[in-house]
Nanobody, 125 residues
Framework: QVHLVDAGGGLVQAGGSLRLSCAAS????????MGWFRQAPGEEREFVAA????????YYADSAKGRFTISRDNAKNTVYLQMNSLKPEDTAVYYC??????????????????WGQGTQVTVSS
């Protein structure tokens, strides 16, 4: 199995940027389809972005399109989420997740087998 550690969150003003990272240990990250999700207080966990094993395909929630970019460096066993033009409504705990199946369901929470501990992103207005 794989162990995921999220990092890079923080407090930023609206319009600012953050880069989240998700470092994997255990199994090689290239074995997994990877996703980023977020959860605000009192809300359900929601899909943000996902990336295929090779990095050749990416998927985004409508709220993330044009502002967020997911990428991966399999040699470094790390997945990234570059977030630009941040808005107060982006405030949430962000989690990376790994899916070891071959069925592609990027936005389905239950499809993912392993989760990071989460990193807090707070965007002030």
């Amino acid at each position: 199995q794989v162990h995921l550690v999220d990092a890079g969150g923080g407090l930023v003003q609206a319009g600012g940027s953050l880069r989240l990272s998700c470092a994997a240990s255990g199994r090689t990250l290239s074995n997994y389809f990877m996703g980023w999700f977020r959860q605000a207080p009192g809300e359900e966990r929601e899909f943000v972005a996902a990336i295929s094993r090779s990095g050749g395909s990416t998927y985004y929630a409508d709220s993330a399109k044009g502002r967020f970019t997911i990428s991966r460096d399999n040699a470094k066993n790390t997945v990234y989420l570059q977030m630009n033009s941040l808005k107060p409504e982006d405030t949430a705990v962000y989690y990376c997740a790994a899916d070891e199946s071959r069925t592609i369901r990027p936005s389905t929470v239950s499809a993912y087998d392993y989760w990071g501990q989460g990193t807090q992103v707070t965007v002030s207005s």
